[in-house]
């Protein structure tokens, strides 16, 4: 299984590691950037995303996150379908209307548990590997 | 479980082009929600949920890239 590669992202030399996805729910599909944030645990995407596909959002699990400032947010996981270029999963995604930057946010559930992931600043590349036999265990 | 399998569209088309123009897009729809397809914007809006209906009225088989757009001081001022 290739390797997928994006390019980050440049904006007045500030490189961001943006890559673009799919999202789909019982054949329904939407493609929108992310974010890969190393740093964030869960995966939290705008609810217009949720309702778009069809899901209730309220209805998901509801957990809690921290943010920057210290305050906690509700997110609300739901399975949907994850398309990375070729490579189709299943995947828990959280879903908030109180994300409060513009970037949906995509952390290490499910990516960093199925793929390897190299941030290649110096060349301006994030490099993600999938892992030939992944299991979920985070 | 992971399989390989082709999208509706094409996954980095799109994308590369936003990339190349983002400085470009930042300036003019910053604060605003852009529609992508086919290596252009074919809609613009004020919230994701309002594009979406405009772009599904018009593309209905279609799958454009939807991209919220910060402003320079977003982008910059990210963690």
């Known amino acids: 299984m290739p390797a997928v590669v994006y390019p980050y992202t440049i904006l007045a030399g500030r490189r ?5 996805l799919g999202l789909g729910y019982q054949n329904k599909w939407q493609r929108v950037q992310a974010y890969v944030d190393a740093g964030a645990f869960y995966s939290v995407f705008k609810t217009d995303f949720a309702l778009f596909l069809g899901l209730v959002w309220q209805q998901g699990e509801r957990v809690y996150v921290q943010v920057g400032d210290g305050g906690f947010i509700p997110i609300y996981l739901h399975t949907v379908d994850v398309q990375l270029q070729r490579y189709r999963f299943s995947a828990r995604i959280g879903f908030s209307e109180h994300l409060g930057v513009r970037f949906n946010i995509i952390g290490r559930v499910p990516l960093f548990e199925r793929f390897v992931i190299c ?3 110096r060349q301006g590349l994030v490099r993600l590997e999938p892992y ?4 979920d265990t985070l | 479980m992971m399989e390989e399998v082709d999208f509706v569209e094409d996954m980095d088309s799109d994308d590369l082009w936003l990339k190349s123009h983002i400085e470009d897009i930042v300036d003019r729809y910053a604060h605003k929600v852009i529609a992508i397809l ?11 949920a309002e594009l979406q209906q405009t772009v599904a009225a018009h593309y209905p088989q279609r799958v454009p890239l939807i991209f919220e757009v910060p402003t320079r001081e977003e982008f910059e001022c990210l963690l």
């Open chain 2, 38 to 48: 086919d290596q252009q914007i074919v809609g613009v809006g004020t919230s994701i």
């Open chain 1, 132 to 135: 030939q036999d992944h299991e």
């Open chain 1, 119 to 121: 941030f290649d600043d």
């Open chain 1, 16 to 20: 961001s590691p943006l890559i673009p």
